[in-house]
């Protein structure tokens, strides 16, 4: 069964340094998403992508973050200058369609620990 | 600010019987209705999907619907140890999930 996959499964970084968190969404999945959780709390969404093209992004997903497709496989998030409070669960989704039958799947998750 | 509310538990089952899991949202434009399952230090696993009125079920798993009362259930019948885990409930309205804090159960055997 297709599923997304995520690398590295754990990164541990010093605070101002920039990370770059890798996905690989599903193969005939148009629609990518990254969310976050971090402990104890709820999974939060960051930004949605389609057709090369951020499609939404919350208040979390400020100018320290950017999503890339950068070949025709893989998904990424990049923290430019991580702060403390960026130690979280990050989680890479994927679904084939938008809109009403928008069914995404999550990816085992990258956790992110800042120093 | 468009929530979606759930009984933290813990929902404390015992084995073979129903564990039953509410979810109240706020956005009354929702219209995509899922449950996932995430085990401990794991990420969320899709489980039950729904999008009208009424009921869904999927082997063990019932969803319910009700966008009047803009409710969401999941009955887990016959629960077993493995279903020991949190439920998160997620709604959207068409491109971002919204979650619920998620219902933590646990089966005992």
């Known amino acids: 069964e297709p599923e997304v996959t995520q690398t590295p499964s754990h990164q541990v970084t010093q605070m101002g340094q920039e990370v770059i968190l890798r996905c690989v969404p599903i193969?005939?999945?148009?629609?990518f998403y990254w969310y976050r959780q971090i402990l104890g709390q709820k999974v939060e969404f960051l930004v949605s992508?389609?057709?090369?093209?951020?499609?939404?992004k919350s208040e979390i997903f400020d100018d320290q973050f950017s999503v890339e497709r950068p070949d025709g496989s893989n998904f990424t998030l990049k923290i430019r200058s991580t702060k403390l409070e960026d130690s979280a669960m990050y989680f890479c989704?994927?679904?084939?369609?938008?809109?009403?039958?928008?069914?995404?799947?999550f990816g085992p998750g990258t956790r992110l620990t800042v120093l | 600010q468009k929530e979606v509310e759930q009984n933290s538990g813990p929902l404390s089952v015992p084995e073979g019987a129903i564990a039953s899991l509410n979810c109240t949202y706020s956005?009354?434009?929702?219209?995509?209705f899922f449950w996932y399952r995430q085990y401990s230090g794991k990420s969320p696993e899709l489980i039950m999907s729904?999008?009208?009125?009424g009921d869904k079920e999927d082997g063990r798993f019932t969803a319910q619907l009700n966008k009047a009362s803009q409710y969401v259930s999941l009955l887990i019948r016959d629960s077993q140890p493995s279903d020991s885990a949190t439920y998160l409930c997620?709604?959207?309205?068409?491109?971002?999930?919204?979650f619920g804090g998620g219902t933590r159960v646990l089966v005992k055997p």
């Open positions: 989704a994927s679904s084939r369609t938008s809109g009403i039958y928008n069914e995404q799947f």
């Open positions: 193969s005939n999945h148009l629609y």
């Open positions: 992508f389609y057709n090369n093209e951020i499609s939404e």
């Open positions: 956005d009354r434009g929702s219209q995509s």
């Open positions: 729904i999008y009208s009125n």
């Open positions: 997620a709604v959207t309205a068409g491109n971002k999930l919204t």
